[in-house]
């Protein structure tokens, strides 16, 4: 494992992208985006990312010199059709899009469609939080070639991981940050069970015919996962697939492989009370969840979020860890590109 | 179990309400949402409440004669302060004053200040997808002495089971109805495995100490329930008391006992595309899913709300079953306000 500065991070990932021929402003927005990822402990959204990202360039699926732009939009909508670029770059405008219109409207709705993919929700979320907005976020699509989950009580790999993000403005507390997938866990883990030759519990897959399995590769040959909690996850990923796809017409956009769409609200705190008001009653209520008694075989309750604010703190001050293998993969990528990845990281 | 019309238990109910003081229009609309959620078979939100609403009409907690109005409001936004009257009729004003504003907005939030018990979360988020919306309905709260949820991780029932309730707009198919309580199960379950004596399974609950349970008991001896999908369902709980609790002020309502409130969201399908074009599109995705194998132990994959639809169609049918306890529980709180219920219903 290697130690780097965000800083080192993102000068590293900017001048890849910029090495593709990406401009400088989206190649700096991209990498702030993945190493703010890994920022918060989320390495799987992080600079792990940036070798496949390249090569969808290279393939044409991403354009980064593409702009997104504001098409259908009302008052208080917007459709924002991203135009291939990153989906970073398409998701910031939706988020920035929403907020303004809360702020002049009170509410607003924005769907995003020729997106790639949009990287943690909670960045655009949090944005909205920062602004004072009640902020909520969802992504769906299906018939990703990589994640595969089934409805419940079915055996068939159609609906995408299709994840929720919420964030809430709060005052003392860091904001409240929710995002988690509706499957019941992210394929990721599967792919750590199998590097340590585990099973996974039951209830996490089933095998290509529909029975219950243990066995995380029955989940490559064909198997798929299974929604969290039931009916519940099964029914808020249906959701997201239909606002998150449906509702901006990403059925339509030629790409079997990629339907997946971002539906973003934001609400203006402000129209219901005063903001500060607000994050005051939300403090006093976190005060009252941090006070819970742990149950057994936990240190404290953690409110959502803090997980992430605290690899924060942490990551800032030591450190961002990267895998040899990661490593060996940036600097290889760098390569193809005439990037000296080393020499940028100062190294 | 005795075998009603729809229509016998609507007088039933209403005429039950009248006889406590509560005017007609009142009665009606309760007893038809009451029988309602009977039709859609969620008995626990049916005619078996109307003694405790009764109870509460007594105590002072219900005031039927009050009136729901709007407070703040913006052309985008409305708090609606029920002033305590049935929990349903406030949440039909806050349906109808968001459907109005998203017609009129194309994107509109409401939310509930002052409420008792809403019924069904699907009767308020159905009426928007009637309205060829797309319509969101949270309820959140806590300190409930009934049901005690704990955050994932502590063991304190501090949040309530906090519902979600999504519905779409369809073209062939049944509407999208999602309604589901955030916590593991509803508490009603534990009630039933208590008088069968059988255990709950692992994850349900744990007991007044924190540790897991499978003796339903021990909920009721100051244990708790478990989120649904563990922190997943803890997030959505805690969103839940933010922004159907905190938004519109529900905690100084000065009832420690009921601190709920609901949030409801409009969004207009026109405004991103036609609405005809979208149901479409949606009819179309519920094909791919209905097309999908059944799982090991399956008959087939439903859609959400298709249980609901399946069970109003039988029970339009067939009559509505009423256990025998029930029946007398209606007799008994009829005949304290001079209400012959026997002769109400025809029999």
């Known amino acids: 494992m290697l130690q780097f500065k965000a800083e080192q991070l993102e000068k590293v990932a900017s001048a890849i992208f910029q090495g593709t021929g990406t401009p400088q402003d989206v190649a700096e927005l991209v990498a702030h985006s993945l190493v703010s990822a890994n920022l918060m402990g989320h390495d799987s959204h992080g600079v792990l990312r940036i070798p496949r990202y390249c090569q969808q360039i290279a393939e044409g699926q991403i354009v980064p010199t593409a702009r997104p732009q504001v098409t259908t939009e ?33 509410v607003a709705v924005v769907t995003l469609v020729h997106q790639n993919h949009v990287g943690r929700l909670g960045e655009w979320s949090g944005m909205m939080a920062e602004a004072g907005m009640v902020g909520m976020v969802i992504t769906g699509g299906w018939r990703s070639p990589i994640t595969g989950v089934t409805p419940f009580g079915g055996a068939g790999r159609i609906i995408g991981t299709n994840p929720y993000s919420f964030a809430i403005p709060t005052g003392q507390h860091e904001m409240v940050l929710v995002d988690f997938a509706t499957s019941v866990v992210a394929e990721g883990k599967l792919q750590v069970a199998i590097a340590k030759g585990a099973p996974v519990p039951q209830g996490y897959i089933l095998d290509k015919d ?12 064909g198997g798929m996962l299974l929604p969290a909690a039931g009916h519940k996850g099964y029914s808020l990923a249906l959701i997201a697939d239909i606002l998150g796809g449906l509702l901006a ?41 941090k006070a819970v008694q742990p149950a057994a075989g936990f240190q404290e309750v953690l409110i959502p979020g803090e997980p992430e ?21 940036l600097l290889a990528t760098g390569a193809k590109y005439g990037v000296d990845v080393s020499k940028v990281a100062g190294i």
Do not use: C, H
């Open 309 to 329: 604010m605290r690899s924060k703190a942490q990551r800032e001050k030591d450190g961002i860890g990267v895998p040899e293998a990661t490593w060996e993969a």
């Open 74 to 106: 009302t008052p208080t909508t917007a459709i924002v059709d991203g135009n291939w670029n990153f989906g970073q770059v398409t998701a910031k405008l939706g988020a920035e899009t929403a907020i303004k219109k809360a702020k002049e409207q009170n």
């Open 249 to 289: 017409g990403n059925e339509r956009v030629g790409r079997d492989w990629n339907l997946t769409g971002t539906f973003m609200l934001a609400v203006n705190v402000e129209a219901f009370r005063p903001l500060a008001e607000f994050a005051a009653a939300v403090d006093g209520r976190l005060d009252e969840i």
């Open 210 to 221: 529909g029975n219950p399995s243990t066995d995380p590769n029955d989940f490559y040959k």
